[in-house]
């Protein structure tokens, strides 16, 4: 049997409160009707589907085998309506925005700007959350994304933002021991890799034409943050990407030994959001000011 038309909503929601009371009066009294308008709307439901929802007895009501199995549908049914409609309505009915980033270049790029961006959008509030996991923004409760990646992000649009180099880096000291010796004499300084990225001291090296030495020692971290904090501190080398590394560069905080031994990275940082939130405005403004952002005096080149 194939319905062409779904049964009103409000007989549903009748049938959803009369199953779980297991009464017509209970039901009512929460949907504020009286009970002879639950007995209605659950006997024009029944009339609907063709068969009883439940069995009646003089003071019983219990739902049918037809009844339980289709309380489970409508249970489900209008538990996503409900969630779904919340989810919609939170993010039409106020311009806020659900932001999901690297803890870098959240606090190191996103976070300091941030009240030129209010200043300019006051009415739009943002809940910005920063995460090693990459967010599912088809499943998840999260409008925008910032990712380091290859762009190919299936059902979502994507924005590249920026192309990157990797770039040695540590701190002065380091550096101006390394400077003389080159990348095959790294002698008693460690190596800092990137859990996400194992491969990337090998391939700085390949694509700038120098062996890479033995290091003292080597330390793998997992986010992008640590890295640069732990080369910052003497930690030893890590590859930084330009031009994201570019403020810490411009401090002093970080120092690259080989400042011409760059290598471009084929990935990139994107901005990606759901296709059908496009036309949404605050989404349309964030991404305009990120863009400003980026390609402003903060983010210029550096290294000679």
């Not at 439901?45 to 003071?59: K, T």
Request: glycine residues 8%; charged residues 20%.
């Amino acid at each position: 049997m194939k319905f062409r038309r779904l049964p009103p909503l409000h007989t549903l929601e009748a049938f959803e409160q009369a199953a779980r009371t297991g009464s017509f009066k209970t039901a009512a009294a929460a949907l504020h009707l009286t009970p002879s308008a639950v007995s209605h709307q659950i006997k024009a439901l029944e009339a609907h589907l063709g068969f009883a929802l439940f069995r009646r007895g003089n003071r019983s009501l219990e739902l049918s085998e037809g009844g339980k199995a289709y309380l489970q549908v409508v249970e489900d049914s209008l538990r996503r309506l409900r969630e779904g409609s919340a989810r919609v309505a939170e993010r039409h009915a106020r311009a806020r925005l659900k932001l999901s980033m690297g803890d870098y270049i959240a606090n190191e790029i996103v976070v300091p700007a941030l009240p030129a961006f209010q200043e300019r959008h006051p009415q739009i509030e943002l809940v910005i959350g920063t995460s090693l996991r990459a967010v599912d923004l088809l499943h998840e409760d999260i409008d925008i994304a910032l990712r380091f990646g290859d762009g190919h992000w299936p059902k979502l649009a994507c924005h590249r933002l920026l192309a990157v180099d990797a770039v040695a880096v540590c701190d002065a000291a380091t550096a101006e021991h390394l400077r003389p010796l080159g990348p095959a004499a790294l002698g008693e300084v460690a190596l800092i890799h990137s859990s996400a990225i194992p491969e990337g001291w090998p391939d700085w090296s390949r694509a700038v034409g120098q062996a890479l030495g033995k290091p003292r020692r080597e330390l793998w971290l997992d986010s992008y943050a640590s890295i640069m904090r732990a080369a910052a501190e003497g930690g030893g080398l890590a590859l930084g990407m330009v031009p994201i590394i570019n403020p810490w560069l411009r401090s002093g905080r970080l120092v690259s030994p080989w400042p011409q031994l760059r290598a471009p990275i084929p990935q990139g940082y994107y901005l990606l959001h759901r296709q059908e939130d496009g036309g949404r405005p605050e989404v349309a403004a964030f991404h305009r000011w990120l863009v400003e952002l980026l390609s402003g005096e903060a983010m210029q080149a550096v290294l000679a």
